[in-house]
Protein backbone atom coordinates (compact mmCIF):
# COMPACT_ATOMS: atom_id res chain seq x y z
CA UNK A 1 0.00 0.00 0.00
CA UNK A 2 0.85 3.75 -0.45
CA UNK A 3 3.32 4.42 2.72
CA UNK A 4 1.65 7.59 2.82
CA UNK A 5 -2.28 6.58 3.25
CA UNK A 6 -0.62 4.10 5.56
CA UNK A 7 0.94 6.49 7.69
CA UNK A 8 -1.80 8.44 7.72
CA UNK A 9 -3.94 5.67 9.43
CA UNK A 10 -1.69 4.19 11.65
CA UNK A 11 -0.99 8.19 12.85
CA UNK A 12 -4.16 9.28 12.83
CA UNK A 13 -4.73 12.60 13.32
CA UNK A 14 -8.57 13.27 13.80
CA UNK A 15 -10.85 15.98 13.22
CA UNK A 16 -14.72 16.87 13.05
CA UNK A 17 -15.68 17.26 9.55
CA UNK A 18 -18.66 19.26 10.84
CA UNK A 19 -15.99 21.83 12.06
CA UNK A 20 -14.77 22.03 8.54
CA UNK A 21 -18.15 22.59 7.24
CA UNK A 22 -19.48 25.78 10.10
CA UNK A 23 -15.29 27.17 8.99
CA UNK A 24 -16.10 26.67 5.34
CA UNK A 25 -19.52 28.56 5.03
CA UNK A 26 -18.09 31.32 7.26
CA UNK A 27 -15.21 31.75 3.86
CA UNK A 28 -18.59 31.65 1.49
CA UNK A 29 -20.00 33.90 3.31
CA UNK A 30 -17.15 36.62 3.16
CA UNK A 31 -16.85 36.34 -0.24
CA UNK A 32 -20.44 35.93 -1.53
CA UNK A 33 -23.03 37.81 -0.04
CA UNK A 34 -25.58 35.51 -1.71
CA UNK A 35 -24.90 32.68 1.04
CA UNK A 36 -27.95 32.77 3.22
CA UNK A 37 -27.85 30.31 5.98
CA UNK A 38 -30.76 28.43 8.21
CA UNK A 39 -31.18 26.01 11.43
CA UNK A 40 -33.27 24.28 13.43
CA UNK A 41 -32.23 24.88 17.10
CA UNK A 42 -28.88 22.64 16.32
CA UNK A 43 -26.58 25.57 15.28
CA UNK A 44 -24.06 24.45 18.07
CA UNK A 45 -23.99 21.11 16.49
CA UNK A 46 -23.85 21.51 13.28
CA UNK A 47 -21.55 24.38 13.11
CA UNK A 48 -23.18 26.72 11.49
CA UNK A 49 -23.47 29.06 14.78
CA UNK A 50 -20.22 30.62 13.08
CA UNK A 51 -22.13 31.22 10.00
CA UNK A 52 -24.69 32.77 12.27
CA UNK A 53 -21.98 34.75 14.91
CA UNK A 54 -19.99 36.46 11.49
CA UNK A 55 -23.69 37.38 9.40
CA UNK A 56 -26.52 37.60 12.19
CA UNK A 57 -28.36 39.12 9.35
CA UNK A 58 -27.71 36.37 6.97
CA UNK A 59 -28.77 33.38 9.19
CA UNK A 60 -32.41 32.34 10.54
CA UNK A 61 -32.99 29.88 13.56
CA UNK A 62 -36.09 28.57 12.00
CA UNK A 63 -36.37 26.81 15.59
CA UNK A 64 -37.63 23.05 16.33
CA UNK A 65 -39.13 23.02 12.94
CA UNK A 66 -37.36 21.27 10.18
CA UNK A 67 -39.86 20.98 7.61
CA UNK A 68 -40.49 24.77 8.08
CA UNK A 69 -37.32 25.53 7.56
CA UNK A 70 -36.50 22.90 4.06
CA UNK A 71 -39.56 24.76 2.45
CA UNK A 72 -38.29 28.04 3.92
CA UNK A 73 -34.88 27.89 2.60
CA UNK A 74 -36.46 27.08 -1.43
CA UNK A 75 -38.30 30.35 -0.91
CA UNK A 76 -35.45 32.29 0.17
CA UNK A 77 -32.97 30.63 -2.50
CA UNK A 78 -35.84 31.73 -5.02
CA UNK A 79 -34.70 35.34 -4.20
CA UNK A 80 -31.11 34.84 -5.60
CA UNK A 81 -29.74 33.17 -2.92
CA UNK A 82 -27.54 29.65 -2.37
CA UNK A 83 -29.04 28.85 0.52
CA UNK A 84 -27.62 25.76 3.10
CA UNK A 85 -30.28 24.49 5.60
CA UNK A 86 -28.92 21.94 8.25
CA UNK A 87 -29.67 19.88 11.27
CA UNK A 88 -29.09 16.25 12.31
CA UNK A 89 -29.83 13.50 9.07
CA UNK A 90 -32.48 12.26 10.59
CA UNK A 91 -34.71 15.35 10.82
CA UNK A 92 -33.77 16.82 7.63
CA UNK A 93 -34.43 14.16 5.32
CA UNK A 94 -36.87 12.03 7.59
CA UNK A 95 -39.54 15.17 8.92
CA UNK A 96 -38.88 16.99 6.04
CA UNK A 97 -38.48 14.31 3.12
CA UNK A 98 -41.85 15.94 1.46
CA UNK A 99 -40.98 19.26 1.47
CA UNK A 100 -37.50 18.21 0.03
CA UNK A 101 -39.12 16.19 -2.80
CA UNK A 102 -42.17 18.17 -3.76
CA UNK A 103 -40.70 21.77 -2.91
CA UNK A 104 -36.78 21.85 -3.15
CA UNK A 105 -36.43 19.15 -5.71
CA UNK A 106 -39.67 19.54 -7.64
CA UNK A 107 -38.94 23.35 -8.04
CA UNK A 108 -35.19 22.63 -8.26
CA UNK A 109 -34.05 25.30 -5.95
CA UNK A 110 -31.13 26.18 -4.85
CA UNK A 111 -30.90 24.59 -1.52
CA UNK A 112 -27.95 22.79 -0.08
CA UNK A 113 -29.29 20.48 2.60
CA UNK A 114 -26.51 19.52 4.81
CA UNK A 115 -27.00 17.11 7.32
CA UNK A 116 -24.84 15.81 10.69
CA UNK A 117 -25.05 13.29 12.71
CA UNK A 118 -25.59 10.66 9.93
CA UNK A 119 -25.32 7.12 10.78
CA UNK A 120 -24.98 4.88 13.50
CA UNK A 121 -21.82 6.53 15.14
CA UNK A 122 -24.54 9.25 16.42
CA UNK A 123 -24.10 6.87 19.73
CA UNK A 124 -25.96 6.41 22.48
CA UNK A 125 -28.46 8.91 21.99
CA UNK A 126 -29.97 5.53 19.97
CA UNK A 127 -31.97 4.56 17.47
CA UNK A 128 -34.02 7.58 17.09
CA UNK A 129 -31.28 9.56 16.56
CA UNK A 130 -29.42 7.32 13.74
CA UNK A 131 -29.99 8.38 10.42
CA UNK A 132 -29.72 5.18 8.87
CA UNK A 133 -31.79 5.37 5.62
CA UNK A 134 -31.13 9.03 4.58
CA UNK A 135 -29.22 8.23 1.22
CA UNK A 136 -31.93 5.61 0.04
CA UNK A 137 -34.06 8.95 1.03
CA UNK A 138 -32.88 11.36 -0.97
CA UNK A 139 -31.47 9.09 -3.71
CA UNK A 140 -34.97 8.09 -4.52
CA UNK A 141 -35.83 11.69 -5.31
CA UNK A 142 -34.90 13.46 -8.99
CA UNK A 143 -32.55 16.23 -9.10
CA UNK A 144 -30.99 15.75 -5.59
CA UNK A 145 -27.17 15.11 -5.87
CA UNK A 146 -25.68 13.65 -2.52
CA UNK A 147 -22.14 13.88 -1.52
CA UNK A 148 -20.65 12.45 1.67
CA UNK A 149 -17.60 13.86 3.59
CA UNK A 150 -15.07 11.61 4.93
CA UNK A 151 -12.42 13.64 6.40
CA UNK A 152 -11.70 17.53 7.32
CA UNK A 153 -10.69 18.22 3.89
CA UNK A 154 -12.92 16.48 1.76
CA UNK A 155 -15.91 18.30 3.50
CA UNK A 156 -14.20 21.69 2.89
CA UNK A 157 -13.91 20.57 -0.29
CA UNK A 158 -17.22 19.42 -0.82
CA UNK A 159 -18.88 22.43 0.93
CA UNK A 160 -17.31 24.42 -1.50
CA UNK A 161 -18.02 22.33 -4.34
CA UNK A 162 -21.58 22.22 -3.78
CA UNK A 163 -21.83 26.30 -3.39
CA UNK A 164 -20.99 26.43 -7.11
CA UNK A 165 -23.04 23.87 -8.66
CA UNK A 166 -26.55 25.47 -9.06
CA UNK A 167 -29.86 23.11 -7.75
CA UNK A 168 -30.62 20.70 -4.88
CA UNK A 169 -27.94 18.54 -3.05
CA UNK A 170 -27.52 16.49 0.02
CA UNK A 171 -23.95 16.46 2.12
CA UNK A 172 -23.80 13.73 4.30
CA UNK A 173 -21.47 14.26 7.71
CA UNK A 174 -20.98 12.28 10.57
CA UNK A 175 -21.59 13.93 14.05
CA UNK A 176 -18.07 12.25 15.04
CA UNK A 177 -14.39 12.97 13.94
CA UNK A 178 -12.60 11.29 11.25
CA UNK A 179 -8.97 10.45 10.02
CA UNK A 180 -7.32 12.79 8.12
CA UNK A 181 -6.94 11.31 4.93
CA UNK A 182 -6.73 13.80 1.99
CA UNK A 183 -4.34 16.71 1.36
CA UNK A 184 -4.31 20.82 0.16
CA UNK A 185 -4.21 19.41 -3.46
CA UNK A 186 -6.50 16.39 -4.19
CA UNK A 187 -9.11 17.71 -6.00
CA UNK A 188 -13.44 16.74 -6.11
CA UNK A 189 -15.52 17.37 -8.73
CA UNK A 190 -19.57 16.13 -8.96
CA UNK A 191 -19.41 12.16 -9.76
CA UNK A 192 -16.08 11.84 -9.04
CA UNK A 193 -14.49 9.19 -6.64
CA UNK A 194 -11.11 9.18 -4.87
CA UNK A 195 -8.67 5.92 -5.36
CA UNK A 196 -7.44 5.98 -1.61
CA UNK A 197 -5.18 2.83 -2.59
CA UNK A 198 -4.82 0.79 -5.26
CA UNK A 199 -4.75 -3.20 -6.13
CA UNK A 200 -6.06 -5.32 -8.68
CA UNK A 201 -7.59 -8.17 -6.88
CA UNK A 202 -10.88 -6.60 -5.02
CA UNK A 203 -12.31 -3.49 -4.55
CA UNK A 204 -13.83 -1.48 -1.60
CA UNK A 205 -15.78 1.17 -1.97
CA UNK A 206 -16.86 2.86 0.91
CA UNK A 207 -17.45 6.87 1.90
CA UNK A 208 -17.82 8.38 5.46
CA UNK A 209 -16.39 7.26 8.77
CA UNK A 210 -16.68 3.71 6.99
CA UNK A 211 -13.23 5.17 4.81
CA UNK A 212 -11.28 4.56 7.86
CA UNK A 213 -12.35 0.96 8.42
CA UNK A 214 -12.07 -0.04 4.64
CA UNK A 215 -8.25 1.06 4.12
CA UNK A 216 -7.72 -0.73 7.69
CA UNK A 217 -9.12 -3.86 6.20
CA UNK A 218 -6.96 -3.36 2.70
CA UNK A 219 -4.55 -2.88 4.94
CA UNK A 220 -5.06 -6.17 6.70
CA UNK A 221 -5.56 -7.68 3.70
CA UNK A 222 -2.24 -6.61 1.96
CA UNK A 223 -0.74 -8.64 4.56
CA UNK A 224 -2.15 -11.61 3.49
CA UNK A 225 -0.61 -10.84 -0.31
CA UNK A 226 -4.10 -9.23 -1.43
CA UNK A 227 -4.19 -6.00 -2.91
CA UNK A 228 -7.32 -3.76 -2.02
CA UNK A 229 -8.29 -1.21 -3.82
CA UNK A 230 -10.33 1.35 -1.63
CA UNK A 231 -12.22 4.14 -3.19
CA UNK A 232 -13.80 6.95 -1.57
CA UNK A 233 -17.13 7.61 -3.39
CA UNK A 234 -18.14 11.28 -1.61
CA UNK A 235 -19.82 11.86 -4.84
CA UNK A 236 -23.16 9.59 -4.29
CA UNK A 237 -25.56 10.38 -6.49
CA UNK A 238 -24.33 10.86 -9.31
CA UNK A 239 -21.26 8.27 -8.49
CA UNK A 240 -18.76 7.95 -10.23
CA UNK A 241 -19.96 5.03 -13.25
CA UNK A 242 -16.41 4.76 -14.47
CA UNK A 243 -14.27 4.07 -11.35
CA UNK A 244 -17.12 1.11 -10.84
CA UNK A 245 -16.92 -0.06 -14.15
CA UNK A 246 -13.35 0.00 -13.37
CA UNK A 247 -13.35 -2.36 -10.35
CA UNK A 248 -15.62 -4.30 -12.09
CA UNK A 249 -13.50 -5.14 -14.76
CA UNK A 250 -9.58 -4.88 -13.57
CA UNK A 251 -10.92 -6.37 -9.99
CA UNK A 252 -12.10 -9.66 -8.55
CA UNK A 253 -15.07 -7.89 -7.21
CA UNK A 254 -16.77 -5.14 -5.13
CA UNK A 255 -17.15 -4.92 -1.20
CA UNK A 256 -19.34 -1.76 -0.67
CA UNK A 257 -19.05 -0.55 3.24
CA UNK A 258 -21.70 1.92 4.36
CA UNK A 259 -22.73 3.19 7.69
CA UNK A 260 -26.47 2.72 6.34
CA UNK A 261 -29.09 0.13 5.81
CA UNK A 262 -28.25 -2.25 3.15
CA UNK A 263 -31.86 -1.25 1.35
CA UNK A 264 -31.46 1.26 -0.96
CA UNK A 265 -27.64 2.10 0.14
CA UNK A 266 -25.06 2.38 -2.07
CA UNK A 267 -24.29 -0.74 -2.25
CA UNK A 268 -28.01 -1.44 -3.66
CA UNK A 269 -27.36 1.75 -6.33
CA UNK A 270 -24.08 0.57 -7.61
CA UNK A 271 -25.41 -3.02 -7.66
CA UNK A 272 -28.62 -1.67 -10.22
CA UNK A 273 -26.13 -0.21 -11.83
CA UNK A 274 -23.94 -3.05 -12.36
CA UNK A 275 -26.48 -5.16 -12.99
CA UNK A 276 -27.42 -3.66 -16.20
CA UNK A 277 -23.78 -2.66 -17.36
CA UNK A 278 -21.35 -5.64 -16.19
CA UNK A 279 -22.75 -7.95 -13.61
CA UNK A 280 -20.02 -8.09 -11.04
CA UNK A 281 -19.34 -9.78 -7.16
CA UNK A 282 -20.83 -7.45 -4.81
CA UNK A 283 -20.73 -7.85 -0.53
CA UNK A 284 -22.24 -5.46 1.47
CA UNK A 285 -20.95 -4.60 5.02
CA UNK A 286 -23.80 -2.52 5.82
CA UNK A 287 -26.68 -2.22 8.24
CA UNK A 288 -29.18 -5.07 7.96
CA UNK A 289 -32.63 -4.27 7.79
CA UNK A 290 -32.89 -3.05 11.58
CA UNK A 291 -33.29 -0.21 14.03
CA UNK A 292 -29.95 0.71 15.40
CA UNK A 293 -29.43 0.97 19.68
CA UNK A 294 -27.82 3.18 22.28
CA UNK A 295 -23.78 2.78 22.48
CA UNK A 296 -20.54 4.06 21.74
CA UNK A 297 -19.62 4.49 18.65
CA UNK A 298 -17.26 2.66 18.08
CA UNK A 299 -19.00 -0.26 19.98
CA UNK A 300 -21.82 0.20 17.57
CA UNK A 301 -19.74 -0.44 14.35
CA UNK A 302 -18.62 -3.77 16.22
CA UNK A 303 -21.85 -4.66 17.43
CA UNK A 304 -23.37 -4.40 13.92
CA UNK A 305 -20.41 -5.61 12.27
CA UNK A 306 -19.87 -2.10 10.16
CA UNK A 307 -15.87 -3.52 10.95
CA UNK A 308 -12.45 -3.97 9.01
CA UNK A 309 -12.95 -7.70 9.95
CA UNK A 310 -15.94 -7.81 8.33
CA UNK A 311 -14.77 -6.31 4.78
CA UNK A 312 -11.65 -8.82 5.08
CA UNK A 313 -14.56 -11.83 5.34
CA UNK A 314 -15.99 -10.24 2.30
CA UNK A 315 -13.47 -9.75 0.58
CA UNK A 316 -12.11 -13.16 0.79
CA UNK A 317 -15.26 -14.75 -0.17
CA UNK A 318 -15.41 -13.09 -3.48
CA UNK A 319 -11.44 -13.46 -4.05
CA UNK A 320 -12.16 -17.57 -2.72
CA UNK A 321 -15.15 -18.06 -4.28
CA UNK B 1 -55.05 5.92 43.46
CA UNK B 2 -55.90 8.11 46.49
CA UNK B 3 -53.86 11.42 46.55
CA UNK B 4 -51.12 11.23 48.52
CA UNK B 5 -50.39 14.55 49.91
CA UNK B 6 -47.61 14.05 52.64
CA UNK B 7 -45.08 17.10 50.86
CA UNK B 8 -42.00 15.73 53.03
CA UNK B 9 -42.58 12.33 51.35
CA UNK B 10 -43.19 13.79 47.75
CA UNK B 11 -39.96 16.53 48.43
CA UNK B 12 -37.82 13.33 49.74
CA UNK B 13 -39.09 11.06 46.40
CA UNK B 14 -37.71 14.30 44.23
CA UNK B 15 -34.56 14.91 45.75
CA UNK B 16 -33.96 11.34 44.96
CA UNK B 17 -35.03 11.48 41.67
CA UNK B 18 -32.58 14.45 41.48
CA UNK B 19 -29.84 12.17 42.53
CA UNK B 20 -30.81 9.55 40.26
CA UNK B 21 -31.02 11.90 37.16
CA UNK B 22 -27.78 13.08 37.83
CA UNK B 23 -26.10 9.91 38.48
CA UNK B 24 -27.00 7.93 35.56
CA UNK B 25 -25.71 10.91 32.84
CA UNK B 26 -22.39 11.19 34.57
CA UNK B 27 -22.23 7.39 34.36
CA UNK B 28 -23.66 7.03 31.23
CA UNK B 29 -21.20 10.24 30.21
CA UNK B 30 -23.69 12.11 27.97
CA UNK B 31 -27.31 12.69 28.20
CA UNK B 32 -30.17 15.70 29.12
CA UNK B 33 -29.73 16.69 32.71
CA UNK B 34 -31.34 20.55 32.62
CA UNK B 35 -34.72 19.10 30.93
CA UNK B 36 -34.83 16.49 32.82
CA UNK B 37 -34.63 18.05 36.31
CA UNK B 38 -37.14 20.51 35.38
CA UNK B 39 -39.48 18.05 35.18
CA UNK B 40 -39.20 16.26 38.80
CA UNK B 41 -41.49 17.91 40.43
CA UNK B 42 -44.49 17.32 37.77
CA UNK B 43 -43.30 13.29 37.64
CA UNK B 44 -43.23 12.86 40.99
CA UNK B 45 -46.91 14.09 41.59
CA UNK B 46 -48.33 12.38 38.61
CA UNK B 47 -46.49 9.02 39.50
CA UNK B 48 -46.34 8.98 43.48
CA UNK B 49 -49.20 11.72 44.12
CA UNK B 50 -51.68 9.55 43.20
CA UNK B 51 -52.84 10.78 39.79
CA UNK B 52 -51.89 8.23 37.72
CA UNK B 53 -53.83 5.20 38.07
CA UNK B 54 -50.73 2.22 37.26
CA UNK B 55 -49.65 -1.27 38.12
CA UNK B 56 -46.10 -1.65 37.74
CA UNK B 57 -46.34 -5.31 37.83
CA UNK B 58 -48.57 -4.85 35.20
CA UNK B 59 -47.18 -2.45 32.88
CA UNK B 60 -50.26 -3.17 29.74
CA UNK B 61 -52.94 -3.04 32.57
CA UNK B 62 -55.91 -1.56 30.28
CA UNK B 63 -57.18 0.76 32.39
CA UNK B 64 -53.58 2.42 33.31
CA UNK B 65 -53.17 5.89 32.67
CA UNK B 66 -51.34 6.63 29.72
CA UNK B 67 -48.24 9.20 30.19
CA UNK B 68 -46.42 9.99 26.89
CA UNK B 69 -42.89 12.17 27.40
CA UNK B 70 -42.90 14.09 24.10
CA UNK B 71 -39.74 15.54 25.03
CA UNK B 72 -38.10 11.98 24.78
CA UNK B 73 -34.71 13.88 26.02
CA UNK B 74 -36.13 13.57 29.32
CA UNK B 75 -35.88 9.92 29.86
CA UNK B 76 -33.44 10.22 33.17
CA UNK B 77 -36.25 11.62 34.89
CA UNK B 78 -38.70 9.03 33.25
CA UNK B 79 -36.32 6.02 33.98
CA UNK B 80 -35.82 7.46 37.51
CA UNK B 81 -39.48 7.51 37.67
CA UNK B 82 -40.63 4.10 36.70
CA UNK B 83 -37.21 2.46 39.03
CA UNK B 84 -39.38 3.97 42.06
CA UNK B 85 -42.41 2.86 40.98
CA UNK B 86 -41.37 -0.59 40.66
CA UNK B 87 -41.17 -0.99 36.99
CA UNK B 88 -37.83 -2.66 37.00
CA UNK B 89 -34.70 -2.60 39.59
CA UNK B 90 -33.22 0.74 40.45
CA UNK B 91 -30.12 -0.29 40.22
CA UNK B 92 -30.09 -1.09 36.31
CA UNK B 93 -30.61 3.01 36.05
CA UNK B 94 -26.99 2.71 35.80
CA UNK B 95 -27.03 1.11 32.34
CA UNK B 96 -28.45 4.09 30.90
CA UNK B 97 -27.29 4.87 27.17
CA UNK B 98 -24.98 1.41 26.77
CA UNK B 99 -24.99 -0.97 24.53
CA UNK B 100 -26.90 -3.92 26.07
CA UNK B 101 -29.25 -1.47 28.31
CA UNK B 102 -32.80 -1.64 27.80
CA UNK B 103 -32.48 1.96 29.18
CA UNK B 104 -32.51 3.65 25.77
CA UNK B 105 -31.12 7.17 25.10
CA UNK B 106 -34.29 8.11 24.42
CA UNK B 107 -37.98 7.01 25.22
CA UNK B 108 -38.30 3.21 23.05
CA UNK B 109 -41.91 1.32 24.38
CA UNK B 110 -39.87 -2.41 23.12
CA UNK B 111 -37.19 -1.91 25.04
CA UNK B 112 -38.46 -0.48 28.96
CA UNK B 113 -41.41 -1.45 30.66
CA UNK B 114 -43.66 1.37 31.64
CA UNK B 115 -42.81 3.16 28.62
CA UNK B 116 -45.82 3.60 26.61
CA UNK B 117 -44.29 4.80 23.00
CA UNK B 118 -41.06 5.83 21.52
CA UNK B 119 -40.04 9.52 21.68
CA UNK B 120 -37.65 11.33 21.02
CA UNK B 121 -38.24 13.04 17.96
CA UNK B 122 -39.68 16.06 18.87
CA UNK B 123 -43.45 17.02 17.68
CA UNK B 124 -44.69 13.44 17.54
CA UNK B 125 -45.71 12.68 21.17
CA UNK B 126 -48.39 14.79 21.67
CA UNK B 127 -49.87 13.33 18.65
CA UNK B 128 -49.49 10.01 19.55
CA UNK B 129 -51.34 10.93 22.71
CA UNK B 130 -54.31 12.49 20.96
CA UNK B 131 -54.14 9.32 19.09
CA UNK B 132 -54.75 7.26 22.59
CA UNK B 133 -56.80 9.64 23.64
CA UNK B 134 -58.68 8.79 20.68
CA UNK B 135 -58.42 5.31 20.91
CA UNK B 136 -59.89 4.97 24.24
CA UNK B 137 -62.71 7.41 23.36
CA UNK B 138 -63.84 4.11 20.78
CA UNK B 139 -62.86 1.78 24.01
CA UNK B 140 -65.42 3.71 26.24
CA UNK B 141 -62.50 3.28 28.78
CA UNK B 142 -62.17 6.10 31.16
CA UNK B 143 -58.49 6.29 31.79
CA UNK B 144 -56.45 9.89 31.48
CA UNK B 145 -53.80 10.31 28.76
CA UNK B 146 -51.08 12.85 29.96
CA UNK B 147 -47.97 14.52 27.46
CA UNK B 148 -45.22 16.44 28.40
CA UNK B 149 -43.82 18.78 26.04
CA UNK B 150 -41.00 20.84 25.61
CA UNK B 151 -41.94 24.85 24.89
CA UNK B 152 -39.13 24.44 22.10
CA UNK B 153 -40.91 21.24 21.01
CA UNK B 154 -43.88 24.05 20.92
CA UNK B 155 -42.27 25.41 17.69
CA UNK B 156 -42.95 22.06 15.47
CA UNK B 157 -45.72 22.44 13.34
CA UNK B 158 -46.89 18.82 14.19
CA UNK B 159 -47.85 20.42 17.92
CA UNK B 160 -50.52 22.62 16.56
CA UNK B 161 -51.86 20.16 13.99
CA UNK B 162 -52.45 17.79 17.39
CA UNK B 163 -53.65 20.87 19.04
CA UNK B 164 -56.45 21.87 16.45
CA UNK B 165 -57.30 17.94 16.33
CA UNK B 166 -57.72 17.65 19.92
CA UNK B 167 -59.97 20.77 20.13
CA UNK B 168 -62.10 19.59 17.17
CA UNK B 169 -62.65 16.35 18.71
CA UNK B 170 -62.99 17.52 22.29
CA UNK B 171 -60.47 15.24 24.14
CA UNK B 172 -61.16 15.72 27.41
CA UNK B 173 -59.27 12.45 28.60
CA UNK B 174 -56.08 14.37 26.85
CA UNK B 175 -54.11 16.60 29.17
CA UNK B 176 -50.44 18.39 27.86
CA UNK B 177 -48.02 19.57 30.30
CA UNK B 178 -46.17 22.36 29.00
CA UNK B 179 -42.59 22.06 30.56
CA UNK B 180 -41.76 26.38 30.44
CA UNK B 181 -38.52 26.09 31.24
CA UNK B 182 -37.89 29.36 28.75
CA UNK B 183 -34.93 27.56 27.48
CA UNK B 184 -34.10 25.88 24.24
CA UNK B 185 -30.41 24.20 22.97
CA UNK B 186 -29.24 27.16 20.85
CA UNK B 187 -30.59 29.73 23.62
CA UNK B 188 -33.37 31.09 25.62
CA UNK B 189 -36.84 30.59 23.33
CA UNK B 190 -36.80 34.62 22.75
CA UNK B 191 -33.67 34.25 21.12
CA UNK B 192 -34.16 31.82 18.99
CA UNK B 193 -38.05 31.57 18.02
CA UNK B 194 -40.51 32.45 21.22
CA UNK B 195 -43.54 30.36 20.61
CA UNK B 196 -45.94 33.00 22.71
CA UNK B 197 -48.33 33.92 23.37
CA UNK B 198 -48.64 30.05 24.32
CA UNK B 199 -51.57 30.56 26.19
CA UNK B 200 -53.46 32.37 23.72
CA UNK B 201 -52.81 29.94 21.06
CA UNK B 202 -54.15 26.49 22.99
CA UNK B 203 -57.10 28.22 23.98
CA UNK B 204 -57.87 29.59 20.26
CA UNK B 205 -57.25 25.83 19.55
CA UNK B 206 -60.21 25.40 21.84
CA UNK B 207 -58.11 24.27 24.84
CA UNK B 208 -58.68 24.49 28.07
CA UNK B 209 -55.18 26.48 29.55
CA UNK B 210 -53.91 26.64 33.30
CA UNK B 211 -50.84 28.01 34.48
CA UNK B 212 -48.85 26.70 37.33
CA UNK B 213 -46.06 26.78 39.32
CA UNK B 214 -43.86 23.48 38.01
CA UNK B 215 -41.74 23.17 41.25
CA UNK B 216 -44.91 23.54 43.65
CA UNK B 217 -45.99 20.17 44.30
CA UNK B 218 -49.30 21.11 46.33
CA UNK B 219 -50.29 23.64 42.97
CA UNK B 220 -49.59 20.70 40.91
CA UNK B 221 -51.21 18.03 42.71
CA UNK B 222 -54.74 20.79 43.10
CA UNK B 223 -54.41 21.03 39.61
CA UNK B 224 -53.76 17.58 38.45
CA UNK B 225 -56.62 15.82 40.58
CA UNK B 226 -59.66 18.29 39.16
CA UNK B 227 -62.31 16.05 37.61
CA UNK B 228 -62.13 16.17 33.54
CA UNK B 229 -64.94 15.67 31.59
CA UNK B 230 -64.23 13.40 28.76
CA UNK B 231 -66.06 15.20 25.78
CA UNK B 232 -65.47 18.52 27.06
CA UNK B 233 -62.01 20.15 26.00
CA UNK B 234 -58.71 19.38 26.41
CA UNK B 235 -56.36 20.93 28.70
CA UNK B 236 -53.11 22.67 28.65
CA UNK B 237 -51.05 23.00 32.12
CA UNK B 238 -48.53 25.62 31.39
CA UNK B 239 -46.16 24.88 34.09
CA UNK B 240 -43.19 27.53 34.91
CA UNK B 241 -39.98 25.69 35.45
CA UNK B 242 -36.34 26.22 35.59
CA UNK B 243 -34.26 23.99 33.36
CA UNK B 244 -31.47 22.48 35.49
CA UNK B 245 -33.44 22.87 38.67
CA UNK B 246 -31.93 21.70 42.18
CA UNK B 247 -28.40 22.15 41.08
CA UNK B 248 -27.44 25.40 41.64
CA UNK B 249 -24.67 25.66 38.64
CA UNK B 250 -26.98 24.26 36.37
CA UNK B 251 -30.19 26.22 36.89
CA UNK B 252 -31.23 28.22 33.58
CA UNK B 253 -27.72 27.42 31.87
CA UNK B 254 -28.34 26.67 28.02
CA UNK B 255 -25.63 24.60 28.13
CA UNK B 256 -26.46 22.03 30.60
CA UNK B 257 -29.25 20.93 27.64
CA UNK B 258 -27.33 17.70 26.72
CA UNK B 259 -24.05 17.44 28.35
CA UNK B 260 -22.56 14.89 31.40
CA UNK B 261 -20.89 16.04 34.26
CA UNK B 262 -17.49 15.52 34.85
CA UNK B 263 -16.35 13.73 37.69
CA UNK B 264 -15.81 17.16 39.80
CA UNK B 265 -19.05 18.76 38.97
CA UNK B 266 -21.15 15.60 39.66
CA UNK B 267 -19.28 15.51 43.12
CA UNK B 268 -20.96 19.50 43.48
CA UNK B 269 -24.16 18.37 42.43
CA UNK B 270 -24.56 15.65 44.89
CA UNK B 271 -23.36 17.59 47.90
CA UNK B 272 -25.78 20.07 46.69
CA UNK B 273 -28.71 17.67 46.74
CA UNK B 274 -27.45 15.48 49.67
CA UNK B 275 -26.93 19.22 51.58
C1 LIG C 1 -37.59 16.68 15.54
C2 LIG C 1 -36.42 17.00 16.39
N1 LIG C 1 -35.64 18.05 16.06
C3 LIG C 1 -34.55 18.33 16.80
C4 LIG C 1 -34.22 17.58 17.90
C5 LIG C 1 -32.98 17.87 18.70
N2 LIG C 1 -33.31 18.43 20.02
C6 LIG C 1 -33.33 17.66 21.12
S1 LIG C 1 -33.80 18.50 22.48
C7 LIG C 1 -33.97 19.94 21.61
C8 LIG C 1 -34.40 21.18 22.31
C9 LIG C 1 -35.66 20.97 23.06
O1 LIG C 1 -36.04 22.13 23.74
P1 LIG C 1 -37.29 22.05 24.71
O2 LIG C 1 -38.45 21.45 24.01
O3 LIG C 1 -37.49 23.41 25.27
O4 LIG C 1 -36.83 21.00 25.80
P2 LIG C 1 -36.20 21.25 27.26
O5 LIG C 1 -35.84 22.68 27.39
O6 LIG C 1 -37.27 20.89 28.21
O7 LIG C 1 -35.03 20.33 27.35
C10 LIG C 1 -33.67 19.73 20.26
C11 LIG C 1 -33.71 20.76 19.23
C12 LIG C 1 -35.07 16.49 18.20
N3 LIG C 1 -34.81 15.66 19.24
N4 LIG C 1 -36.15 16.24 17.45
MG1 LIG D 1 -37.23 24.24 27.12
Given at each position: MDKDILEKINNPKLSYPRVAYGKTLVELGQQNDKIVVVDADLAKSTKTAYFQEKFPHRF??????EADMVTTAAGISSCGFTVFASTFSIFLTGRAWEQIRNTVAYGNFNVKLVATHAGITVGPDGASHQALEDIALISAIPNMKIMAGGDYLSTVNLVKLIAEQKGPFYLRLPRCKAVELYSDTDKFHLGGSQQLSSGNDITIISYGLMLQRSLSAAQELNKQGIKARVIDMYSIKPFDYDAVLSAAGETKGIVVAEE??????LGSQIATFLSQHQPTKIKYVSMKDEFGRSGEPQELLDHYQLTSNSIVEKSLEIIND | MSLNNNYTELKNICKQIRKDIITMIYHAGSGHPGGSLSLVEIMVALYFGGILNYKPDKPDWSDRDRLVLSKGHAAPVLYAVLAKAGYFPQEDLNSLRKIDSYLQGHPHNLSTPGVEVPTGSLGQGLSIAHGIALGLRVLKNKARVFAIVGDGELEEGSIWETAMSAGYYRSGNLTAIIDYNHLQIDGNLNEVK???PITDKFAAFNWQVVEVDGHDLPQLLDELSKPINHDQKPKAIIAHTVKGKGISFM????????VAPNQEQYQKAMEELNG
Open positions: FDMGISHTIKGG | SPEENVVDWHG
